[in-house]
C-alpha cells in the first residue's frame, strides 16, 4: 500500500504505485474498514469494482494510522536476527538492536526465507516453497486530461493493470496514469534499469488504448521484485519455543485482506501462546 511523491512541472504529485486498492470479504476486516471510512481515511472506488476500496488521500494512508500509536522505525535494512540467553537481537548495517521478547517476521516468502534459515527448518522449507511474481509499475503524469481512455485498464498485451491515478477520489492532482505490468513481461525485464522500462509501459498504455498518447511531463518506473503470491494456505507460522512467527498475504492469497487476516491469525496464536505460559507459571 504505497504511494509515491512525485516532483514535476505541474508540482508534486502523489501516485499510488503498489496495490492499486483492496477488497473487504472477511466480517471482521469489514469492520475495521467501517472505522477506516469514518475516520476519513478510506472510501469505495466504484471504477476498480463494487467492492473495491482505496486509502485517503493516498493508499498509504491508512498505514500510516495504524502505525501512529507504536514506535516504528522506518528505513532499517535487517540483515539477521540472532537469538541468545537474552532473547532476540536484530542485525542491521553495522548496528544490533534488542534484546526482543519475539521476533515477527511480515516480509516476502523470498526474504523470510533467507532470515528463517537460521532458526526453523519447517518455516523455512513453507518459505522456499512461495514463489511470488515480480511487477513492473510505471508512473505518467500529463499536462492535459486523456479524455478517449477509460479510467481502468485490465489485462491488455503487457499491461495487466492501469488506472488514471487522478480520477481516485480525494486526488486533486493533473492527470496521472499507473501502469503495472503482467508478471511474465515483469520476469523478462526484471533487471532492466527503470529509465528503459517507463517507455516501453507507455508504448503498452498506448497500445491497450488504442491511441497515440502525448508525451508525459514526468515518469518514473518502479520494480516490485516480490509483488504478487498465490498464498501457501498456512495461515501463519509461529513457533512458541523460540518466539518466532511469520505472516503475510504469502501465507493465504494475493490480497491486501489476506494480509491482515494472516496477521490476526498470527497475533491470536501469539496470545494464545502466551496465556498458556502465563497459566502454566
Not at 493508499?59 to 514506535?71: E, L, S
Request: charged share 20%; hydrophobic share 45%.
Amino acid at each position: 500500500m504505497a504511494t509515491r511523491r512525485m516532483h514535476t512541472p505541474l508540482g508534486q504529485v502523489s501516485i499510488d504505485h503498489g496495490a492499486q486498492y483492496f477488497t473487504v470479504r472477511d466480517p471482521g476486516f469489514a469492520q475495521l474498514v467501517a472505522r477506516w471510512r469514518r475516520a476519513g481515511i478510506a472510501t469505495p472506488w466504484v471504477p476498480a469494482g463494487k467492492d473495491a476500496w482505496i486509502g485517503i488521500p493516498g493508499m498509504n494512508a491508512v498505514i500510516k494510522q495504524m502505525a501512529a500509536p507504536h514506535a516504528v522505525r522506518w528505513n532499517y535494512l535487517v540483515k539477521s536476527v540472532a537469538r541468545d540467553d537474552g532473547g532476540w537481537r536484530i542485525i542491521g548495517d553495522g548496528q544490533e538492536e534488542g534484546p526482543f521478547d519475539a521476533v515477527i517476521l511480515a516480509i516476502p516468502a523470498e526474504q523470510a526465507a533467507a532470515i528463517l534459515s537460521l532458526h526453523d527448518f519447517d518455516m523455512t522449507r513453507i518459505a522456499l516453497v512461495a514463489r511470488s511474481q515480480p511487477c513492473w509499475t510505471a508512473m505518467f503524469v500529463f499536462d492535459r486530461r486523456l479524455d478517449s481512455l477509460p479510467t481502468v485498464i485490465r489485462n491488455q498485451g503487457p499491461v495487466s493493470w492501469a488506472a488514471r491515478n487522478s480520477d481516485k477520489p480525494a486526488r486533486a492532482e493533473p492527470e496521472c496514469w499507473v501502469v503495472q505490468a503482467s508478471g511474465n513481461w515483469s520476469l523478462d525485464r526484471l533487471e532492466d534499469p527503470p529509465e528503459e522500462i517507463a517507455p516501453l509501459l507507455l508504448s503498452a498504455l498506448g497500445q491497450a488504448a488504442q491511441r497515440e498518447l502525448p508525451q508525459p511531463v514526468a515518469a518514473t518506473a518502479h520494480r516490485w521484485r516480490y509483488a504478487l503470491s498465490a498464498g501457501t494456505g498456512d495461515g501463519a507460522l509461529w513457533n512458541a519455543e523460540l518466539q518466532l512467527g511469520v505472516c503475510g498475504d504469502w501465507l493465504l492469497g494475493p490480497r491486501i485482506e489476506c494480509a491482515w487476516l494472516s496477521g490476526r491469525r498470527l497475533a491470536d496464536r501469539c496470545l494464545g501462546a502466551a496465556l498458556v505460559k502465563g497459566s502454566a507459571s
